[in-house]
């Protein structure tokens, strides 16, 4: 059982920045695919970015240019580095785990892929 803990979030205005931390325990941290999904009130859960086994990083077009992610597997830890924030970036942020095998990068746009969250970090821009 992995168990994960996002910190980092809060209130930024527009154009600022945050750093999400997720750290994982309870597992072996490399064997699993890390992604950041997202909710904002009212609507769905919604994929930001993962980073897979090997490395290979997938951004989805609304924050592509501006958020990055990073891992650590050493420490268990991944990162998502969020710059040029928008009003509309506001959601709880949430950490997962993905024990998932599949050669194709896309499988992991569905957080139905994933087996493990966190609780969630808040982040608010205002505008």
Known sequence: ??????????????????????????GTFSNYVMGWFRQAPGKEREFVTF??????????????????????????????????????????????ASRYLSAHLSAYIDYGKYDYWGQGTQVTVSS
Not at 4 to 24: D, I, W, Y
Not at 65 to 82: E, P, Y
């Open 1 to 26: 059982q992995v168990q994960l803990v996002e910190s980092g979030g809060g209130l930024v205005q527009t154009g600022g920045s945050l750093r999400l931390s997720c750290a994982a325990s309870g």
């Open 51 to 96: 980073v897979n086994r090997s490395g290979s990083l997938v951004y989805s077009e609304s924050v592509k240019g501006r958020f990055a992610i990073s891992r650590d597997n050493a420490k268990n830890t991944v990162w998502l580095q969020m710059n040029s924030l928008k009003p509309e970036d506001t959601a709880v942020y949430y950490c997962a």
